[in-house]
């Protein structure tokens, strides 16, 4: 092999993503709020932009007599192109635009078992709409609410009062036992007793003094608190640095058994305080409205209320051009009204993407529109995206911080994409969603006197058609907040009382 200088010819392929390119995948993910912010940065950056009054130009006027400041918006969509960063200049895609065909069901029914008062969550994992308003109250707040029926005595709910306001935002004890009973004047074990009734109280979890212990009071609750578990939950440390093979023979389980132990553990909550809040919470305003249609559909339509309408001045570009001399100051001109364009193009292309995405969600979950959470079906990115010929990642951009608004509530467009669990008759599977509502159906007719346990809700799903184990159904119980069966025995017999 010679060594030394040369010259050698190389072809290859690169993705190339042009700053208006990008500008557009940053709009596609913007919520109407964002966008808002988004165009008034813009106005102040660009002189040839400005704000319209959000009338259209009438189709029947005679160009001349058309606002000459005003740019004919043409049907482009960018969505694949976008999704996947393709552009071959800085000029606008002009891409021939297919219609928007909303098909919509013509099926009567009536509004389900849920009722318009559903809010949806922004996840499985997340807080719902609901939870992000004002008045919600405080970890403390809702402690205090539940110490008064509980309580044994008046010694022992004023211990635990105090103890309830130590707790930090997370639902923590961060002082001593020791420091509580010297503080309030009483031995440790009257502070121990108030420790153990906010400890019992909802949401489980609070009031413990380590991670282990929180886990350790859910396991309790859930009762999946045998020797393996403990073994588990006392080696943290081990979890946390990958030693799974070494704590796996700890805990004496197989490989099927442990797993299972993982998932459980991951289903608790480690931070039980934080679905309260100090009632600070900004309320959520929708993009999208979604209304009943005269033809037995539904018409969906973007929220003009938040989304300031952006036109060109071109009159003011032609008055200052004119006065240009200086050929630099006319390509920085120019530089402005090329995108000027684009980025008005773009965000009439953004509101064709998302309501061209949210019809497609509307459509897939009719059944939701109709009767409530019961008929929320799986669904995924991949089959919206298949259905209106986009790609996966443009319907997730779309589909981030965005709401909906429908006359059962407001939703966050994530909502409806929830996964399907098994079903008996083979059919397909039913929304995860579908499931926790009829849980929380079955809970709610409960007899006080029979409470029921989670064998037998498995029982009861079975019979309306949803396959489930035992743990499935304990987590979905314990996503929508309602406790074990002791728990809610508990719970109802001092109802009762009362």
């Given at each position: ?35 808002e ?7 102040d950056g ?29 049907s ?7 999704a ?56 403390a ?18 211990i ?64 999946r608190?045998?020797?393996c ?32 132990m ?14 309260f809040?100090?009632?600070?919470g ?106 209106i ?16 608004h ?69 987590k ?23």
């Open positions: 092999m010679a060594l030394g200088p040369r010259l050698d010819l190389r072809q290859s392929q690169s993705l190339v993503m042009t700053p208006q390119l990008q500008q557009a995948i940053k709009l596609l993910a913007l919520s109407n709020l964002e966008i912010t988004f165009i008034g940065e813009a106005l660009n002189p040839l932009l400005e704000l319209g009054d959000g009338a259209p130009a009438a189709p029947d006027s005679a160009p001349e007599e058309i606002d000459a400041r005003r740019t004919t918006l043409e482009s969509p960018v969505d694949q192109l976008v996947e960063g393709r552009a071959a200049d800085d000029r606008p895609l002009d891409i021939d635009a297919a219609a928007l065909d909303t098909e919509r069901d013509t099926g009567d029914g009536d509004r389900g078992d849920w009722g318009a008062d559903l809010r949806g969550p922004a996840g499985e994992d997340g807080p719902g709409i609901d939870e992000r308003g004002g008045g919600e109250p405080s970890l707040e809702h402690l205090d609410s539940q110490i008064g029926p509980a309580a044994r005595d008046p010694v022992q709910a004023f635990a009062r105090h103890i309830a306001g130590q707790l930090d935002e997370a639902g923590y004890l961060p002082v001593s036992l020791r420091e509580i009973a010297a503080e309030l004047g009483v031995s440790e074990d009257l502070a121990e007793d108030g420790l153990a009734l906010v400890q019992s109280l909802d949401p489980t979890g609070v009031g413990a003094r380590s991670l282990a212990e929180c886990l350790i009071l859910q396991a309790k609750e859930a009762d608190y045998d020797p578990m403990a073994r588990l939950l006392d080696n943290l440390d081990l979890l946390a640095r990958g030693e799974l093979p070494r704590l796996k023979r700890m805990c004496g389980v197989d490989d099927e058994d442990f797993a299972e993982l998932a459980e553990l991951r289903g608790y909550d480690p931070k039980p305080g934080l679905r809040g100090s009632g600070g900004e309320p959520v305003t929708p993009d999208i409205l979604v209304t009943p249609g005269k033809d037995g559909g539904w018409d969906v339509s973007i929220n003009q209320a938040t989304l300031p309408r952006l036109i060109v001045n071109r009159s003011y570009y032609v008055e200052m051009r004119g006065a240009c001399d200086d050929k630099t100051a006319r390509a920085w001109l120019s530089d402005k009204l090329a995108d000027a364009n684009w980025l008005v193009k773009a965000l009439d292309q953004r509101q064709k993407t998302i309501l061209k995405v949210a019809s497609e969600l509307v459509k897939q979950q009719d059944g939701f529109f109709r009767h409530g959470v019961s008929q929320l079906r799986p669904l995924t990115l991949r089959q919206v995206a298949e259905a010929a986009m790609h996966e990642s443009t319907v997730s951009r779309v589909t981030s911080n965005k709401y909906l429908c006359e059962r509530g407001t939703f966050e467009l994530k909502y409806f994409f929830t996964s399907g669990v098994g079903s008996t008759d083979g059919e397909g599977g039913a929304s995860a969603e579908a499931v926790k509502a009829a849980i929380k159906q079955l809970i709610d007719n409960e007899d006080p006197k029979a409470i029921l346990s989670d064998d037998t809700l498995v029982d009861l799903l079975k019979a309306r058609g949803f396959e489930l184990a035992r743990r499935t159904v304990a979905y119980r314990e996503a929508i907040g309602l406790g074990s069966s002791v728990q809610r025995r508990r719970q109802k017999a001092l109802a009762g009382v009362r």
